[in-house]
């Protein structure tokens, strides 16, 4: 190539790889801090116009998003929570100590009945995580015929009792939650044995069919997948359909020690430079554990579903450090976009991500002003907005041609171009970041095999890496048309503006 020459990104528009399923877009809602309660809950007396006591705007900036799943009730709250505790009329529900999160009083004025018109306002499916930690296999068992059973069991029955006449619909189902830890500490052997046992009394009533998610690993062990996998016992007859069919992950992206993980808002470029180090280690993370797991499933039948990921910084000062409330910067939302192009990667394996979480908890879509009530979308709320284009869309290869700008981040060299591309009918989706903080990047897409008929153009950036929207100054960082694009013989040749990122949306001809 002449030093003249921007680098290539090489698309072969007509060969289509694996479905990315929408559900890779997937959300997570715990009962921690203010995520329910003054995110998604403000009761049905509140000033804030809501529905049934769940807040209009919070639901109508997530459809937008077109939001596809949520998982609830946790995280560590589920392997405490007794769903009994939560149906019923409100008044007379017992309360409960959230021991986990804050050590507060939970008074289950939103349960079951909130969590499902929730999804329906969302039109998003229910996840719902199990209790296998301080629960039973009947109550596991009793849950999920309460919620998707109808004729005349006791359990329908009960739920009529509570207003409700025909059963939901709740595809997913998590067999408990971090086993190793909050959920159990225990043994991978031991948990994989009640992951059989309980996933065999998650049962599907009617038409309802449940996909059994086993509680997996938290980052690199690699063996506690294995320990599942060999559970499962692909190879020893039929393969067991009553079993689990997907294995869950765990991972943040945190550059400190637990004890201090760094602020979400002030930060120097080396810090940056580490964030995005860690981003990009979820790429291997999802490669080993997909390795593990077609040794005893090549064909690959069981998923692997990355039910919790984000950025975890130190909580925001002031407020209730086991809220996990931090702010989101632009620096988030390039974490998000170099994990979105992992899972772009994986999608023949990868089925489902959740991230942490939803609203008010770590990194959130949409904060919420405690005094105000003011909504902000986060920059990480836009990336997922930009990203629409993916759900249920072939990958495509992004093959560069040309040296990658690169970067050495603690003896490690990290590239500073990240890509992904997909199509469906008669539109591709190309998702570009510049992780350089300071330089522009040229970046000519050579586009093959299909016509191009037509682009646009979006672009997320700001003046700097740690600004961020606040009820006070809630745009920020939003997105803008992007023209610094220009038509070339092969494509399309892009100058990417320092710590960006750009979505490119390309009409085929038919």
Request: glycine content about 8%; hydrophobic content about 40%.
């Amino acid at each position: 190539m002449s030093p003249n020459t921007p680098l290539r990104a090489v698309i072969d528009l007509d060969v289509l790889g694996p479905v990315i399923s929408r559900h890779i877009y997937g959300h997570f809602a715990e009962h921690l801090g203010r995520c329910i309660y003054g995110g998604f809950w403000v009761g049905e007396d509140s000033s804030i116009p809501n529905e049934g006591g769940i807040r209009r705007d919070v639901v109508e900036a997530l459809r937008k998003l077109q939001i596809p799943n949520l998982r609830w009730p946790g995280g560590c709250f589920a392997d405490e929570y007794h769903w009994r505790d939560g149906i019923g009329p409100r008044e007379q529900r017992p309360r409960m100590v959230n021991s986990h999160w804050g050590d507060i009083v939970e008074d289950n004025s939103f349960g079951t009945h909130e969590f499902m018109a929730l999804c329906e306002l969302l039109g998003a499916d229910p996840y719902v995580s199990g209790n296998v930690g301080s629960g039973t296999v009947r109550e596991m068992s009793e849950w999920v015929e309460y919620l998707t059973r109808a004729g005349d069991s006791p359990m329908a029955s009960l739920r009529r009792q509570n207003g409700r006449d025909e059963p939901w619909k709740v595809p997913f189902w998590g067999i408990g939650n971090e086993a190793w830890g909050c959920g159990g500490n225990m043994r991978a052997e031991a948990y994989a044995d009640l992951a059989r046992q309980y996933s065999t009394y998650v049962r599907d009533h009617g038409e309802n069919k449940v996909y059994r998610i086993a509680a997996g690993a938290s980052d690199t062990d690699y063996a506690w997948t294995e320990a599942l996998m060999k559970a499962l016992c692909i190879g020893c007859g039929p393969f067991p359909q009553n079993i689990y069919q997907a294995i869950s992950v765990h991972h943040y992206t945190v550059t400190g020690p637990w004890e201090d993980k760094g602020d979400a808002v002030k930060f120097d470029n080396d810090q940056y430079y580490s964030t995005m180090l860690k981003a990009q280690e979820i790429d291997q993370i999802l490669q080993g554990h997909s390795n593990v797991m077609d040794v005893y499933d090549p064909h690959k039948k069981v998923g692997l579903v990355l039910d919790e990921w984000g950025t975890w910084w130190n909580a925001e000062p002031g407020t209730n450090p086991g809220f996990l409330y931090q702010q989101n910067t632009l620096r988030d939302a390039l974490v998000a976009s170099v994990h979105f192009d992992a899972f772009h990667r994986h999608a023949e394996r990868l089925v489902m991500t959740n991230i942490a979480q939803t609203v008010n908890v770590l990194q959130a879509m949409i904060l919420t002003d405690e005094e105000s009530g003011a909504l902000v979308l986060t920059p990480t709320y836009h990336v997922y907005a930009m990203n629409t284009g993916h759900h249920d869309a072939r990958a495509l290869d992004v093959d560069f041609v040309g040296a990658l700008p690169e970067r050495d981040v603690d003896g490690t060299s990290i590239p500073l171009l990240s890509a992904s591309a997909s199509a469906k009918d008669d539109t591709a989706l190309v998702s570009l970041s510049n992780l350089d903080a300071e330089q522009p990047a040229t970046l000519l897409l050579d586009l093959r095999g299909r016509a191009v008929a037509g682009w646009t153009a979006q672009l997320l950036s700001a003046p700097s890496l740690n600004t961020h929207n606040t009820a006070g100054d809630p745009v920020a960082v939003q997105p803008v048309d992007f023209t610094a694009v220009k038509d070339h013989p092969s494509g399309l040749e892009l100058e990417l503006p320092p710590h960006s990122y750009v979505t490119v949306s390309l009409n085929l001809e038919v």
